[in-house]
């Protein structure tokens, strides 16, 4: 509770404030102080509630007009810039510009000196290396790799990261484990642990 020279103290910094006159419909008192604090606050809540939704609303403004705008590429023809926006017509110039941005084809390339050596079959290796490589995948072999697995690195697709999978329960380990071996058996993998996003990211020429 406010004292009396703590509610005039008060009143005196609202006054110069002008908090009451601009915000509330009479004057204030020590008798209304409370009632006065009470309205602040509520007035407060609701300015941050709406600061908060005009900020959302801002940024999906920001966000619809970025999307809106950003499926634009400017080519050139016959010496003039000519901006194009239908979908077809940007696919078709960006498919040009990959094609192009290497400046040469590929093409058989003889290969000579120490690099004929490197190329060339190994008669020191194994011939026995890949055997073994169709044995069932143990539940040890699956804990490890799953332990070693890097953070902070793109889920991909299915949108699965791997925090997610060395987080999993040892239920879940033991599903891999088994749809691994699953996919031994029937020498098959789902077609979707097929598919990646690829980025292609054009280095500039030197």
Same mark, same amino acid.
């Given at each position: 509770?406010? *004292?009396?020279? @703590?509610?005039?103290?008060?009143? =005196?910094?609202?006054?110069? &404030?002008?908090?009451?006159?601009?915000?509330?419909?009479? =004057?204030?008192?020590?008798? *209304?102080?409370?009632?006065?604090?009470? !309205?602040?606050?509520?007035?407060?809540?609701?300015?941050? &509630? @709406?600061?908060? #939704? =005009?900020?959302?609303?801002?940024? *999906?403004?920001?966000?619809? !007009?970025?999307? @809106? %705008?950003? /499926?634009?590429?400017?080519?050139?023809?016959?010496?003039?810039?000519?901006?194009?926006?239908?979908?077809?017509?940007?696919?078709?110039?960006?498919?040009?510009?990959?094609?192009?941005?290497?400046?040469?084809?590929?093409?058989?390339?003889?290969?000579?000196?120490?690099?004929? !050596? @490197?190329? $060339?079959?190994?008669?020191?290796?194994?011939? %026995?290396? /890949?055997?073994?490589?169709? !044995?069932?995948?143990?539940?040890?072999? &699956? =804990?490890?790799?799953? $332990?070693?697995?890097?953070?902070?690195? #793109?889920?991909?697709?299915?949108?699965?990261? /791997?925090?997610?999978?060395?987080?999993?329960?040892?239920?879940?380990?033991?599903?891999?484990? *088994?749809?691994?071996?699953?996919?031994?058996?029937?020498?098959? &993998?789902?077609?979707?642990?097929?598919?990646?996003?690829?980025?292609?990211?054009?280095?500039?020429?030197?």
């Amino acid at each position: 509770m406010l *004292n009396n020279r @703590q509610k005039t103290t008060l009143i =005196d910094i609202m006054s110069e &404030v002008k908090l009451v006159s601009t915000v509330l419909p009479h =004057d204030i008192t020590p008798d *209304n102080i409370a009632e006065y604090l009470h !309205d602040l606050v509520t007035i407060n809540d609701l300015l941050i &509630v @709406q600061y908060k #939704a =005009d900020l959302i609303q801002y940024k *999906n403004t920001q966000i619809k !007009d970025f999307v @809106q %705008n950003r /499926y634009r590429v400017i080519v050139i023809e016959n010496d003039e810039e000519i901006l194009k926006t239908t979908p077809e017509c940007i696919k078709k110039e960006v498919n040009v510009h990959f094609q192009n941005i290497a400046g040469s084809f590929n093409h058989e390339k003889l290969i000579s000196g120490r690099w004929v !050596d @490197q190329y $060339s079959p190994k008669t020191d290796i194994d011939i %026995n290396i /890949y055997e073994g490589l169709m !044995d069932y995948i143990t539940q040890e072999e &699956v =804990d490890y790799h799953i $332990s070693i697995l890097p953070n902070g690195k #793109a889920s991909g697709p299915s949108k699965i990261s /791997y925090e997610m999978i060395k987080h999993s329960s040892d239920e879940m380990k033991s599903f891999i484990t *088994n749809y691994l071996n699953e996919c031994l058996i029937l020498r098959k &993998v789902p077609k979707e642990w097929k598919l990646a996003d690829l980025y292609p990211i054009p280095k500039p020429k030197p």
